[in-house]
């Protein structure tokens, strides 16, 4: 764990042997940030997509 970080930027790749990591990823943070039961110290989070 890194004390005082506010961000985070993940970088995925869009498509891997035809599967759609970047939607994937996507829609695990959708569903984590959607619960109230976790809340994660983090302003904000930057997915690249490649």
Not at 6 to 22: C, E, H, P, Q, W
Not at 25 to 49: D, H, Q, W
């Amino acid at each position: 764990m890194m004390v005082g970080v506010g961000d985070l930027a993940i970088a995925v790749r869009k498509t891997y042997r035809k599967s759609n990591d970047f939607d994937r990823v996507c829609k695990f943070f959708e569903t984590l940030y959607a619960s109230p039961r976790l809340r994660l110290p983090l302003e904000g989070i930057l997915l690249i997509g490649y």
